[in-house]
């Protein structure tokens, strides 16, 4: 049996990736899911995770993102694209990489090893970044004070930002521009996936 296409849609809160993510995977009929929260014991973690009220260190909140992503992993994307279903993800490993790492200063090489113990082998066929200039970040985000991340300043955003862009330079990444509109990023998108083996 073939196995399926594994497409991450990827970038800082307010990118647009998750309207494309699931966009992408109603057109192709694949699996669309989400980092964190799509398992049950995922909801728990998110619930801890995004509560800016909880007190938490960087590398703890680090090990609460890849503990969902390693269950994840396991009981949701493998299953699927070892049955030959794609998966369209709204966020993978990357996010914890440019948020805990660039973004926390969690150090990257020990967030790369807790990462490849957490997906194995499971790596994106292609991950789509969608960036976005943080004046748009600004005019667009909610400014949540109930959210960990929502709370954060555009200093905070702009580590993410470049992080993802450093990220970003790997061949598996493209880059697209996320300040277009909703209708122009949807082809540009669409063009970026055409030649995934669906």
Not at 37 to 64: S, Y
Not at 91 to 113: I, K, W
Request: charged share 25%; net charge negative; no cysteine.
């Amino acid at each position: 049996m073939t196995r399926g296409v594994f497409l991450v849609f990827e970038g800082i809160d307010v990118s647009g990736k998750s309207t494309q993510a699931r966009r992408v995977a109603a057109a192709r009929d694949a699996l669309f899911t989400f980092e964190p929260g799509d398992t049950p014991f995922g909801r728990e973690l998110r619930h801890w995770v995004l509560d800016a009220a909880t007190p938490m260190a960087p590398a703890t909140e680090a090990l609460v993102m890849l503990s969902d992503r390693s269950h994840h992993v396991r009981r949701v994307i493998e299953p699927a694209l070892s049955e030959g279903r794609s998966v369209v993800s709204d966020r993978y490993y990357a996010s914890t990489l440019a948020y805990q790492g660039y973004g926390r200063g969690v150090d990257l090489e020990l967030l790369r090893a807790a990462t490849a113990l957490a997906i194995g082998t499971v790596h994106p066929t292609l991950t789509v970044l969608l960036d976005v200039p943080l004046e748009v970040v600004n005019e667009r985000r909610a400014h949540d004070a109930k959210d960990r991340f929502e709370k954060e300043d555009l200093a905070f955003h702009q580590r993410v930002r470049e992080g993802y862009l450093e990220l970003a330079q790997d061949p598996s990444w493209v880059v697209l521009d996320g300040s277009l509109s909703e209708v122009e990023v949807a082809r540009e998108v669409d063009v970026a996936v055409a030649h995934l083996a669906w």
